[in-house]
């Protein structure tokens, strides 16, 4: 996937059957210094899906686990957001998925405060 000048890829990966990389979708996370991060999700190999999602947008993360990803040391991250057309971003079977969810909750919280946006939660009685 080509990106403008000026953008550097912080994270990428695929999705992954069995440990091994064998998959058309294709995960990003790329910066363009001082302006943004996106996180983008390349679906495809003749035709192709191309989804992205603003950092600072996402709100929660959740990470999965099932017995076939603690074998082969892959995870699911699911990736909540106030966005429109993605409320529910998946990054599906990633390796090191522990460290991938620290560095995207890390960068989350740093956007956020960059943008001043804040989440308001509500508790119910």
């Avoid at 294709?26 to 190999?45: D, Q, T």
């Avoid at 999965?64 to 057309?85: H, M, P, R, V």
């Avoid at 995207?104 to 804040?118: A, C, F, P, T």
Wanted: hydrophobic content about 40%; proline content about 3%.
């Amino acid at each position: 996937m080509r990106f403008p000048k000026g953008t550097k890829v912080l994270w990428q990966d695929r999705k992954r059957h069995l440990g091994l990389p064998w998959s058309f979708y294709r995960y990003y996370l790329v910066e363009k210094e001082g302006e943004w991060i996106k996180l983008f999700r390349h679906k495809g190999f003749l035709t192709a899906i191309i989804d992205e999602i603003n950092v600072y947008r996402c709100f929660d993360l959740t990470l999965q686990l099932s017995l076939a990803d603690k074998i082969f040391k892959t995870g699911t991250i699911e990736i909540f957001s106030n966005d429109a057309k993605a409320p529910c971003f998946h990054l599906r079977h990633i390796a090191k998925p522990y460290e991938v969810r620290d560095m995207l909750s890390s960068l989350i919280e740093v956007e956020r405060k960059k943008r001043h946006v804040g989440i308001t939660e509500l508790q119910s009685v």
